[in-house]
């Protein structure tokens, strides 16, 4: 319901969540009320929309060392497309490649596919960091990539991963030190 119109999705759930209320005996406000706790969610959570810190220097140290990125994420063109432009992360990639552009979407193995086609490489000369086991790191590991789980609250996790992610980091800026190997992890050219 979310991927391909999330305003329309939260406000879709805002009413759910009115009518759900209302079924149990609780007052509510009117179904516009709704709609504008939405469209204020909606619009607070893109005000607070940020790189994480380091990132964007880790994307451009890859790119500078030789190594080739692509972004592969799921939703609408133009969703996404203004997302990327927002923090110039275009020029960061050698391939953009966003599910409402291209009819397929993350954890549909042909994406991962499609991506890999693109970049002319194979499944193991891959390093996927995604911050969901469903959606990125399971078909990646399935497709036989090296994965690294970004997860801000992994606590103890942080590390070598268990059978579901082989490398989990809390921050964007310092997964590459977790990767297997020296200078170069193996999945790189």
Known sequence: MGGAAPRQARRIIAAKAFEALRRDGC???????????????????????RLE????????????????LALLTNGTG?????????FGLASRFHHVQIEGEVGVGKPD???FKRM???????????CVVGDSLVWDIRPAMALGCFTVL???????????????????TRTLASWATHLPGAARPPWSE
């Open 27 to 49: 007052a509510t406000p009117s179904p516009q009320i709704a709609e504008r706790l939405a469209d204020a969610f909606t619009l607070h959570r893109d005000r607070q929309m």
């Open 78 to 86: 133009t969703l996404q497309r203004a997302k990327i432009e927002r």
């Open 150 to 168: 970004y997860d801000p609250e992994a606590g103890e996790a942080v590390g070598r991963g268990s059978g579901d992610v082989h490398v989990v």
């Open 116 to 126: 890999f086609a693109a970049l002319a490489v194979e499944p193991p000369e891959v």
């Open 109 to 111: 193995p042909a994406a």
């Open 53 to 68: 810190p380091g990132a964007d220097a880790v994307l451009v140290l890859l790119r500078d060392a030789g190594y080739r």
